[in-house]
């Protein structure tokens, strides 16, 4: 697996600073309330893990799902979502969490539909952030790291459902999946 990696973008040590971080903001920014925390699967079950174990607070946690890519490593516009109506996050403070924002239109299309819930307040927390690649606006609150346009595997992230498992972020070789 480690041999498909041409260079590694952000180390484990790295990674565990910056959600650390994240995470005390988080526990700042909510305090005295509870917020739910909406991981959008599958890529943020890792960051998920690790982000809520800084939230020094009462927190919920609930996922959905959501897939923009297939099995390909081209985002194909197309943006295929979980069902959402039995979330019930009218009156809650939400905060999607995001592996990564590529072009954005998952967020985008998410975030339309859950404003649509009535929720007290909304926002995003992304781990990492293509902003190169970005089709359509789309507001982000919480940014771990911004990242450059290579294809980005480890830590949650995938290609064709592999490498999921790396500790840390790394740069798929291009030969690999063309
Ligand atoms: C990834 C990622 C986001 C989305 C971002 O999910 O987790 O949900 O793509 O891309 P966008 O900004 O271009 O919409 P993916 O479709 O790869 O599914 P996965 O999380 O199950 O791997």
Redesign the pocket.
């Known amino acids: 697996m480690e041999r498909d990696i041409s260079e590694v973008l952000f180390t484990e040590e790295m990674i565990r600073e910056r959600v650390t971080r994240l995470g005390m903001q988080l526990g700042r920014d909510y305090d005295g309330r509870t917020p739910l925390l909406l991981g ?5 079950f890792v960051f998920m893990a690790d982000l809520m174990r800084h939230i020094d607070l009462y927190c919920e946690v609930r996922f959905i ?6 099995s390909g490593t081209v ?1 194909s516009g197309g ?1 295929r979502l979980g069902d959402i109506s039995q979330l019930d996050i009218e009156g809650r403070d939400v905060v999607v969490v ?10 985008k299309r998410l975030r339309d539909c859950l404003l649509e819930m009535r929720p007290a307040s909304l926002r995003i927390c992304a781990l990492l952030d293509k902003k190169s ?1 970005r ?1 359509i606006e789309v507001e982000i609150d919480y940014i771990g790291f911004e990242c450059r346009d290579v294809f980005c595997v480890g830590y ?3 290609c064709a459902e592999r490498y999921r498992n790396l500790p840390y972020i790394g740069a798929l070789r291009p030969e690999v999946y063309i």
Do not use: F, H, N
């Not at 959008?40 to 943020?44: A, E, T």
């Not at 995001?98 to 967020?107: A, M, Q, R």
């Open positions: 959008v699967l599958k890529g943020c799902t959501a897939s923009s890519y297939g985002s943006v995001e592996d990564i924002v590529d072009s954005g239109l998952t967020l690649r089709e949650g992230l995938d």
